[in-house]
């Protein structure tokens, strides 16, 4: 499956975001997706993720808990990252992530480009 993320821009501290994740090939529904975030010379760091299919089950770090939300639209193959009160310390390259998985996934098997999130002070 190829991943593309789109929806990243500059915004200022306090605003709202909201990524899409799109794909091309097999169904996306049949995928757990997972966005993470990273930033120069930093590790990679895990957002969050969604279930397969009817996406019952999300998680997130404690770090973005309560202001991002993972949803799916099977329907448009698209996952969704909806980022609200962002600060500047969420400025990262986000990147989604899927893998053929009833669960949440510990690894991911097929990655996008990543969009790039700059949130201003």
Known sequence: VKLVESGGGLIQAGGSLRLSCSASGPALSEYAVGWFRQVPRK??????????????????????????????????????????????????????????????????????QGTQVTVSS
């Open 43 to 112: 590790a990679r760091e895990f957002v969050g993720a969604i279930t397969w299919r009817s996406g019952t089950e999300t998680a997130y770090a404690d770090s973005v808990k309560g202001r991002f939300t993972i949803s799916r639209d099977n329907a448009k193959n698209t996952v969704y990252l909806q980022m609200i009160g962002l600060k500047p310390e969420d400025t990262a390259r986000y990147y989604c992530a899927a893998r053929i998985d009833s669960g949440l996934p510990q690894e991911y098997d097929y990655w996008g």
